[in-house]
C-alpha cells in the first residue's frame, strides 16, 4: 500500500472537498491548453485510434468507455455515461468523458486488456499506462461520485452529531468510520475503500462526542441502511484489505440472499465477490421456506466472503444457468459453488441442506478443501470419424495438449443462435483442413463439459493450443468468417507433419484407455 503523507490528507479534510475543476498554479499549462478539436456526441468524446493518445496528452482527468457496437448492455450504459458528461460539463470543465468503440480495434483492445463490455477506465495526467479501472458503476450519479472522489476527497469529514445524521440519512445506505485520530493507517484504508463504492455517502470522524453517540470504541467502519447500524467492523492498525472491505460493503446494496432474475444478474456481477453459493429449488416447495431460512442463516457468517445466490428451478427463464451447472429436476434442492475467477463449480457433498451442512461446505471450500465437480459426457465412439473432431470432458486434455499437433477449438452452446450460425461455418475449416497432418480442428459443447483449463468466454469463442512441448493457449478476437480463421490458422499453425507420416490422431487413440480412468477418476470429485 502507498504511504501517503499524512498532514496532507489532514489538511484536505480540514478544507473540506475541493472543487474538482480547482486547478493549482502548477497546471496553468493545462488549463491554457486547448482540447484538441474531436468530435462529441452528448457531451461524450468520440474517441478512436488517431485521435486517443491527443485527447490523453490535453485532459486532466479522462474517464473513457469501450465498448462494441451491438450489446444491449453498453447501449444502457453509454445513455447513463453521457448523463453523467452532462451534469459534469460545467461544474467539472478539466473532466471530459470519452468513448471508444472497440468492434474492430484489436491493438487497443489488447493494449488496455478489455475482455468484456462495457469497460470504463480512468486516465489521468495523460498517463497511458496502468488506468483505473472503474468497476461495476452503471447509473449516472454513480460515474459522478467515482471520478469526484477520484479527483478530491473521497470522504466527508464530520465534525457534528447532525452531520453525521445527515450523512447517515442521505440515502439507503451510509458508511461512516470512526477513528481516534485521522493519522494512521486505518484511515488510509477506508479513504481507498471510499473511492471504489460510489454507491453510497462514506463520512469519517475523530470526534469524541459523535464517537461516544454512536457507542464506538475503537476504530470501526460501520455500514447504516435506513438510518440504522447493520454491520460493525473493526479496523484495527491498517490491517484491514482495501479489496476485502469494498467487497463487504457492496454486498450490502443486495440481500443477504439475492434472488437470481434478469434485473439482479448484473448487479451480482458487480459485487466483486468471486465466490458464489447457489441453491437451486422451486419456491412453490412445501419445503422451501424452511430450506430458504437455513441458507439465509448460513450466509450472514459469510458476507463478503461468499456471495449467496437463490435460483427459482421452476422459472423458465433460468434455463440457461440450470444447463451451466448441470442441474436436472431430480437433483432439486441442490448447492453448488462457483469460483468467478477460475470458473470451477463444487457441488454440496451432503443432499439436505441444513445450516451445518452449508456452513461446513463453505468453509471446507474456503480452507481449499473441496475438490471440483467435473462433468464430462461420454466419449462418442465416432468422434474422429469427421472433419471436425468432436471434444468432451474426458477426451479433451488428451486431444489438445500434445505435442505434435495443432488444435483449433471451437467452444459452442447448442442454444446459442450465434453458434448455430458458425457450425457449418466450422465444419467448411474441418474439410479445408481434413488432409493435414499437424493441424486438428474441434468443437466442443461447453454446457456440458466442464473444461478447467480454458478460462470460459462468451458463446462461441475459440481457442488455438499450438504444437510443442509447453502448454499454450491463443485466444482468437477476428472474424468470425472461414477467411479469418483460416488466415489466423496459417499464422499460428507449424508447418512440420506427424513423425513417421502416421496417422495424426493415433496416437491419440491409443492414449485415451490408459488416460480415461484417471480423468474419471476426477469427474466423479
Given at each position: 500500500?502507498?504511504?501517503?503523507?499524512?498532514?496532507?490528507?489532514?489538511?484536505?479534510?480540514?478544507?473540506?472537498?475541493?472543487?474538482?475543476?480547482?486547478?493549482?498554479?502548477n497546471e496553468t499549462k493545462l488549463k491554457k491548453a486547448k482540447l484538441p478539436?474531436?468530435?462529441?456526441?452528448?457531451?461524450?468524446?468520440?474517441?478512436?485510434?488517431?485521435n486517443f493518445d491527443i485527447a490523453l496528452k490535453e485532459t486532466k482527468y479522462?474517464?473513457?468507455?469501450?465498448?462494441?457496437?451491438?450489446?444491449?448492455?453498453?447501449?444502457?450504459?453509454?445513455?447513463?455515461?453521457?448523463?453523467?458528461?452532462?451534469?459534469?460539463?460545467?461544474?467539472?470543465?478539466?473532466?471530459?468523458?470519452?468513448?471508444?468503440?472497440?468492434?474492430?480495434?484489436?491493438?487497443?483492445?489488447?493494449?488496455?486488456?478489455?475482455?468484456?463490455?462495457?469497460?470504463?477506465?480512468?486516465?489521468?495526467?495523460?498517463?497511458?499506462?496502468?488506468?483505473?479501472?472503474?468497476?461495476?458503476?452503471?447509473?449516472?450519479?454513480?460515474?459522478?461520485?467515482?471520478?469526484?472522489?477520484?479527483?478530491?476527497?473521497?470522504?466527508?469529514?464530520?465534525?457534528?452529531?447532525?452531520?453525521?445524521?445527515?450523512?447517515?440519512?442521505?440515502?439507503?445506505l451510509a458508511v461512516i468510520g470512526f477513528f481516534k485520530e485521522l493519522h494512521?493507517?486505518?484511515?488510509?484504508?477506508?479513504?481507498?475503500?471510499?473511492?471504489?463504492?460510489?454507491?453510497?455517502?462514506?463520512?469519517?470522524?475523530?470526534?469524541?462526542?459523535?464517537?461516544?453517540?454512536?457507542?464506538?470504541?475503537?476504530?470501526?467502519?460501520?455500514?447504516?441502511?435506513?438510518?440504522?447500524?447493520?454491520?460493525?467492523?473493526?479496523?484495527?492498525?491498517?490491517?484491514?484489505?482495501?479489496?476485502?472491505?469494498?467487497?463487504?460493503?457492496?454486498?450490502?446494496?443486495?440481500?443477504?440472499?439475492?434472488?437470481?432474475?434478469?434485473?439482479?444478474?448484473?448487479?451480482?456481477?458487480?459485487?466483486?465477490?468471486?465466490?458464489?453459493?447457489?441453491?437451486?429449488?422451486?419456491?412453490?416447495?412445501?419445503?422451501?421456506?424452511?430450506?430458504?431460512?437455513?441458507?439465509?442463516?448460513?450466509?450472514?457468517?459469510?458476507?463478503?466472503?461468499?456471495?449467496?445466490?437463490?435460483?427459482?428451478?421452476?422459472?423458465?427463464?433460468?434455463?440457461?444457468?440450470?444447463?451451466?451447472?448441470?442441474?436436472?429436476?431430480?437433483?432439486?434442492?441442490?448447492?453448488?459453488?462457483?469460483?468467478?475467477?477460475?470458473?470451477?463449480?463444487?457441488?454440496?457433498?451432503?443432499?439436505?441442506?441444513?445450516?451445518?451442512?452449508?456452513?461446513?461446505?463453505?468453509?471446507?471450500?474456503?480452507?481449499?478443501?473441496?475438490?471440483?465437480?467435473?462433468?464430462?459426457?461420454?466419449?462418442?465412439?465416432?468422434?474422429?470419424?469427421?472433419?471436425?473432431?468432436?471434444?468432451?470432458?474426458?477426451?479433451?486434455?488428451?486431444?489438445?495438449?500434445?505435442?505434435?499437433?495443432?488444435?483449433?477449438?471451437?467452444?459452442?452452446?447448442?442454444?446459442?443462435?450465434?453458434?448455430?450460425?458458425?457450425?457449418?461455418?466450422?465444419?467448411?475449416?474441418?474439410?479445408?483442413?481434413?488432409?493435414?497432418?499437424?493441424?486438428?480442428?474441434?468443437?466442443?459443447?461447453?454446457?456440458?463439459?466442464?473444461?478447467?483449463?480454458?478460462?470460459?468466454?462468451?458463446?462461441?469463442?475459440?481457442?488455438?493450443?499450438?504444437?510443442?512441448?509447453?502448454?499454450?493457449?491463443?485466444?482468437?478476437?477476428?472474424?468470425?468468417?472461414?477467411?479469418?480463421?483460416?488466415?489466423?490458422?496459417?499464422?499460428?499453425?507449424?508447418?512440420?507433419?506427424?513423425?513417421?507420416?502416421?496417422?495424426?490422431?493415433?496416437?491419440?487413440?491409443?492414449?485415451?484407455?490408459?488416460?480415461?480412468?484417471?480423468?474419471?477418476?476426477?469427474?466423479?470429485?
Amino acid at each position: 500500500m502507498k504511504t501517503h503523507h499524512f498532514f496532507l490528507l489532514s489538511l484536505l479534510f480540514l478544507t473540506g472537498f475541493l472543487a474538482a475543476d480547482s486547478i493549482s498554479p502548477n497546471e496553468t499549462k493545462l488549463k491554457k491548453a486547448k482540447l484538441p478539436k474531436i468530435k462529441k456526441e452528448n457531451n461524450v468524446l468520440l474517441l478512436k485510434k488517431s485521435n486517443f493518445d491527443i485527447a490523453l496528452k490535453e485532459t486532466k482527468y479522462l474517464l473513457v468507455e469501450f465498448y462494441v457496437s451491438l450489446p444491449q448492455p453498453s447501449q444502457n450504459m453509454s445513455e447513463e455515461f453521457a448523463e453523467a458528461a452532462r451534469q459534469l460539463k460545467k461544474e467539472a470543465p478539466r473532466i471530459q468523458f470519452g468513448k471508444i468503440d472497440v468492434t474492430h480495434q484489436h491493438d487497443l483492445r489488447k493494449e488496455f486488456k478489455i475482455r468484456q463490455f462495457p469497460t470504463v477506465k480512468f486516465f489521468v495526467d495523460g498517463r497511458r499506462e496502468d488506468p483505473i479501472d472503474c468497476k461495476g458503476v452503471r447509473r449516472a450519479s454513480a460515474f459522478i461520485t467515482w471520478v469526484k472522489r477520484r479527483t478530491g476527497p473521497s470522504t466527508v469529514l464530520i465534525n457534528t452529531t447532525d452531520h453525521a445524521e445527515a450523512v447517515i440519512n442521505a440515502g439507503d445506505l451510509a458508511v461512516i468510520g470512526f477513528f481516534k485520530e485521522l493519522h494512521n493507517e486505518s484511515v488510509e484504508v477506508f479513504c481507498e475503500t471510499a473511492r471504489d463504492v460510489p454507491e453510497m455517502p462514506f463520512g469519517m470522524t475523530a470526534n469524541k462526542d459523535i464517537c461516544v453517540n454512536y457507542g464506538i470504541q475503537k476504530n470501526t467502519l460501520v455500514v447504516f441502511k435506513k438510518g440504522k447500524p447493520v454491520h460493525n467492523e473493526v479496523l484495527g492498525d491498517g490491517r484491514q484489505n482495501k479489496l476485502d472491505l469494498t467487497r463487504l460493503i457492496k454486498t450490502f446494496t443486495l440481500d443477504l440472499v439475492t434472488e437470481y432474475n434478469l434485473e439482479t444478474s448484473v448487479k451480482i456481477f458487480d459485487v466483486p465477490v468471486e465466490n458464489h453459493i447457489l441453491l437451486f429449488t422451486p419456491k412453490n416447495s412445501e419445503t422451501f421456506s424452511v430450506i430458504y431460512e437455513n441458507y439465509k442463516s448460513a450466509a450472514a457468517e459469510f458476507r463478503g466472503k461468499i456471495m449467496f445466490v437463490l435460483v427459482d428451478t421452476n422459472e423458465t427463464r433460468n434455463s440457461r444457468v440450470f444447463e451451466y451447472f448441470r442441474i436436472r429436476e431430480v437433483d432439486v434442492p441442490a448447492v453448488r459453488i462457483l469460483n468467478l475467477t477460475s470458473d470451477a463449480k463444487y457441488k454440496m457433498p451432503a443432499d439436505e441442506v441444513t445450516v451445518e451442512n452449508l456452513k461446513e461446505f463453505c468453509q471446507s471450500y474456503l480452507n481449499g478443501k473441496a475438490k471440483p465437480h467435473l462433468s464430462s459426457e461420454e466419449i462418442p465412439e465416432d468422434w474422429d470419424k469427421m472433419p471436425v473432431k468432436v471434444l468432451v470432458g474426458k477426451n479433451f486434455n488428451t486431444v489438445v495438449f500434445n505435442k505434435t499437433m495443432t488444435v483449433f477449438v471451437m467452444f459452442y452452446a447448442p442454444w446459442s443462435h450465434d453458434c448455430k450460425k458458425l457450425l457449418p461455418i466450422w465444419d467448411k475449416l474441418g474439410e479445408q483442413y481434413q488432409s493435414r497432418k499437424d493441424i486438428i480442428i474441434a468443437k466442443i459443447d461447453v454446457t456440458a463439459n466442464d473444461i478447467l483449463s480454458v478460462g470460459l468466454d462468451r458463446y462461441p469463442f475459440f481457442r488455438l493450443f499450438p504444437a510443442g512441448p509447453d502448454y499454450q493457449e491463443v485466444a482468437y478476437a477476428r472474424e468470425h468468417t472461414l477467411e479469418a480463421f483460416s488466415e489466423f490458422l496459417e499464422e499460428q499453425s507449424k508447418t512440420k507433419a506427424g513423425p513417421g507420416g502416421k496417422d495424426p490422431l493415433g496416437g491419440i487413440k491409443e492414449d485415451l484407455n490408459q488416460k480415461e480412468t484417471v480423468v474419471t477418476e476426477k469427474e466423479e470429485l
